[in-house]
């Protein structure tokens, strides 16, 4: 079974500073994939980033980084510089890739960012 | 590009009444799903497909059944719509390692 958490139902981040979204994770897959997706107000998802367990580095998409701490479980998604734009629910996501049932997309409850101008 | 195309885009039904909501995909993928997003909550599973022909239940599947004829369409069904079906539906695919492709979702409401 597969279980992803996201402790922050809310955050709140003054624009042009940094924030990190938290997530951890649980899974008995010794192979996955972790994801961010962004729902703005509008309601569609957008990928963000995606990290694979045995990724040696740290995944990046321009201002998106993730911070994977295997040992701990954990994948926290860093925004820099943030902007009004990225005001939005965010949802991380995890997918096993040993096959069986673990390879569906499980997500968190989300986290709301709110970027104050 | 296409990507995953959901129709309709919002729907309200009456209790008791039955319907499809669409799913169609044009980029090949074997995968594909169907999730539930209740408000201010993150999306929960309801069915999935991992090729034509083969379908199977996800977290949440009472009230709700699935057909996989072709790669492209994965349409769901509600039977007896009820109010706890209110929801947005969101359809997604992806190729086998990859990230999920999303739908618009739509919006159904049951009154």
């Known amino acids: 079974a597969q279980k992803i958490t996201q402790t922050q139902p809310g955050m709140f981040v003054q624009e042009k500073e940094a924030v990190t979204l938290d997530c951890t994770y649980d899974t008995s897959d010794p192979s996955y994939g972790l994801f961010w997706y962004k729902q703005p107000s509008s309601g569609e998802m957008i990928f963000l980033i995606y990290q694979g367990s045995y990724d040696q580095q740290n995944a990046t998409e321009g201002r998106y980084s993730l911070n994977f701490q295997k040992a701990r479980k954990s994948a926290n998604l860093v925004i820099s510089a943030s902007q009004l734009g990225d005001s939005a629910m965010y949802f991380c996501?995890?997918?096993?890739?040993?096959?069986?049932?673990?390879?569906?997309?499980?997500f968190g409850k989300g986290t709301l960012l709110t970027v104050n101008p | 590009n296409a990507g995953v195309t959901q129709t309709p885009k919002f729907r309200i039904l009456k209790i008791g009444q039955s319907m499809t909501l669409q799913c169609t995909q044009d980029m090949n993928h074997n995968y594909m799903y169907w999730y539930r997003q209740d408000p201010g909550m993150g999306l929960k599973l309801i069915y999935y497909s991992v090729g034509a022909g083969i379908t199977d239940k996800g977290e949440v599947p009472n009230g709700y059944n699935v057909s996989r004829s072709t790669t492209e369409d994965f349409p769901l069904r509600l039977e007896l719509a009820a109010p706890s079906q209110t929801s947005v539906y969101f359809c997604a695919s992806n190729p086998t390692n990859g990230e999920l492709f999303f739908g618009e979702g739509s919006r159904l409401t049951v009154l």
């Open positions: 996501a995890m997918r096993g890739l040993s096959g069986g049932s673990n390879y569906k997309l499980t």
